[in-house]
């Protein structure tokens, strides 16, 4: 003691208190960086000259690819072209061509993030124009909304880490990266794969839940919540990340739905709208969660909706974990799921069954149905218009990344290059799921 | 109010113009006689009956049939919580409909992806141009009649000074194939591409003579 190396003791910076309202009390004050689309009237008689930045489409903060076309005036954005497309695969084309179970696969690649929670997705709108959305077994229906919540909780982990780096805060990243790691191994003992799941089937699931995976999901719902908490002390005071977020990138509560945003996104401008709660769907009337909304709708409330929202999903998950019923998986009617393997082998009813259920696909009805799920996000809607048989004649894949970015042109004029970054980080896309 | 009473509502004040409501899985279509009309019945539907919230615009391609297009138009409302689904059809010959982009913005891009993919001309949209597509791409992808092998397009080769270390190859894959036909029967290859399919597998040739090997199919013939 008494030595001091590096002479800490003889001038401490003083350590400022930065002000922290809570969410719901927050109002918007205006920025000093964010009106400036006009310029200042000292510089109103120098000629200036717009420069055009293309940003993307292979760029860190655009999260895979897209292409932001910029017009600028020195450093404020003036015009904003968003190009989208460099992913598109044509997915809607390739449904028309094979049968719904063949399908399920491509669902796994739009949000790639999620991709639980769009197999979950696209089988219910199969389901529904089956008309069998009402036979699901509990258990199935219980296993699938855990589905869903982990794949929401994967995904705001990886939209919240990155959203971090792309703002300076590295640590983030690698912090929400150890947690997403535990679902992936959650994955891959449910599934057989850790990120292309393909779990789901029209009518069931492909497998039930294997031994131990209640508990080890229950050991992972403790540790996550921890994880959460880490996350936000990281976060939520944190001086850089909330100059860099607040008051920035702010969308009106009318703009937002004008603009058609969903999920997160149109929760963080203040609209209390999730379809668990206002379209239920699954089991998710049982449950008690509650719908956080932000007040502003800047990118900080963007955030700390996703915070909160990852703590309501593990809340569902307990819930779920504690009331998991027994039973079968699988709607019992072999025109719909694939008979047991030892009755396929010795009857000849299942046999038939089977291969008109894996040469054909199931016999849908003719008719069209709009089914709508809260994907981490925002509203995936898949819309089928079947003409009879195996195949859609048109599915079309309402993506909510698609939606969500369009606002983009509207969104960042008048803001500077470097909160491009915080905005995009904020609005957590995917270009899969965008392009289709 | 349920999503059949706003409908009702809808079928009151324009009478002809809608067909009744079709009920099927407790999701409720309406068909929209006039396509010059959608917006109109746009414009009530957000205005008096709170439809906010335009959840999505979709195109169907009835080849073979007239009139050709169908445009489905899938509403919301975020007072009453209620889906509803107009749809209306279009020929081939005029493929063109009035906007909606003034009743909710989030139809421009709506609007510019059936363009792009169904080839359906939008009247009044501030900015119609391709979307997920590049400019000048000559086909829309989305037809019946656009076969799922693909088109060759106009697209200019990438310019290379001399052949990449493994081109021609035994990895390369040639769309529509000999090999790619054995491994997916279900591909289709138009007749009018056999003759650019037999062009690509002839400029492989050049590069493989250009490197003394011999590897991967021969040239391919039309399949109808």
């Given amino acids: ?436 | 109010m349920t999503a059949l009473a706003l409908a009702k509502q809808l079928k009151a004040h324009f009478g002809d113009w809608l067909s009744e409501p079709i009920e099927f899985r407790g999701e409720v279509t309406l068909l929209v006689s006039d396509m010059e009309r959608i917006s109109q019945v746009c414009v009530f539907a957000k205005t008096q009956l709170g439809f906010d919230y335009l959840v999505d615009i979709t195109s169907i391609d009835n080849y073979g049939e007239d009139p050709r297009f169908t445009l489905v138009y899938h509403l919301y409302g975020y007072q009453h919580l209620r889906y509803l689904r107009l749809k209306s059809h279009i020929s081939e010959e005029k493929s063109e409909v009035p906007t909606v982009t003034g009743v909710w913005r989030t139809a421009d891009w709506h609007e510019r992806e059936i363009y792009d993919m169904m080839g359906v001309r939008f009247r009044g949209h501030p900015d119609l141009r391709r979307i997920l597509m590049w400019e000048g791409y000559p086909y829309f992808p989305l037809r019946k009649d656009f076969p799922l092998a693909g088109k060759s397009s106009e697209m200019p080769e990438v310019a290379f000074s001399a052949p990449a270390p493994m081109a021609g190859g035994p990895f390369v894959t040639i769309a529509g194939g000999k090999d790619t036909i054995s491994r997916e029967p279900r591909v289709r290859i138009p007749e009018t591409d056999a003759l650019e399919m037999n062009a690509r597998v002839q400029r492989r040739d050049d590069i493989k003579e250009a490197h003394g090997r011999a590897h991967g199919p021969g040239p391919v013939e039309p399949k109808n």
Wanted: net charge negative; aromatic share 8%.
């Fill in chain 1, 1 to 436: 003691m008494g030595r001091d190396p590096w002479n800490l003791k003889t001038k401490m910076p003083e350590i400022r208190e930065i002000e922290f309202q809570d969410a719901a009390t927050r109002t918007l004050e205006p920025k000093a960086s964010m009106p400036a689309v006009e310029p200042s009237s000292e510089g109103a008689d120098l000629p200036s000259e717009k420069m055009v930045l293309n940003m993307g489409p292979s760029h860190p903060a655009t999260h895979g690819v897209l292409r932001i076309v910029l017009e600028l005036d020195g450093e404020i954005i003036t015009k904003a072209v968003p190009d989208i497309g460099f992913l598109h695969r044509g997915d809607e084309k390739l449904a028309e061509n094979m049968t719904y179970t063949q399908f399920i696969p491509y669902t796994d690649r739009l949000d790639y993030l999620a991709p639980l929670a769009n197999n979950v997705a696209y089988v219910l709108a199969v389901e529904k124009l089956m008309g069998i959305d009402k036979q699901l077994p509990p258990r199935c229906q219980f296993i699938r909304v855990m589905c869903c919540e982990l794949a929401r909780i994967s995904s705001h982990l990886l939209g919240l880490g990155s959203f971090g780096m792309d703002v300076g805060a590295l640590t983030v990243f690698l912090h929400t990266f150890t947690e997403r790691e535990k679902i992936y191994n959650l994955c891959e003992s449910l599934t057989g794969a850790r990120f292309t799941t393909s779990y789901t089937r029209i009518g069931g699931l492909s497998r039930d839940l294997p031994a131990g995976w209640v508990e080890q999901c229950r050991k992972f719902c403790n540790e996550v919540v921890r994880n959460i908490e880490e996350t936000e002390t990281l976060l939520s005071r944190n001086r850089i990340f909330v100059d860099r977020t607040r008051g920035l990138g702010v969308i009106s509560k009318e703009d937002a739905i004008d603009y058609g945003l969903s999920g997160p996104n149109l929760r963080g401008s203040g609209v209390e709208h999730d379809l668990r709660k206002t379209q239920p769907y699954l089991v998710y009337e049982q449950f008690d969660f509650d719908v956080p909304v932000g007040s502003v709708g800047d990118c900080y409330d963007r955030y700390l909706v996703r915070i909160e929202e990852m703590r309501q999903s593990v809340r569902i998950l307990h819930q779920c974990l504690d009331r998991l019923p027994s039973g079968p998986v699988n709607v019992q009617d072999s025109k719909v799921v694939l008979p047991p393997k030892d009755r396929v082998l010795t009857r000849m009813e299942e046999l038939i069954h089977h291969f008109i259920n894996v040469t054909q696909g199931v016999n849908a009805p003719p008719g069209e149905v709009y089914f709508p799920h809260e994907n981490p996000k925002g509203e995936l809607g898949f819309y089928i218009n079947s003409k009879g048989g195996g195949t859609p004649y048109r599915l079309k894949i309402r993506s909510p990344s698609f939606v969500n970015l369009s606002i983009l042109s509207k969104l960042l004029p008048g803001h500077m290059v470097s909160d491009i970054v915080a905005i995009l980080g904020s609005f957590d896309f995917v270009m899969g799921e965008c392009d289709r």
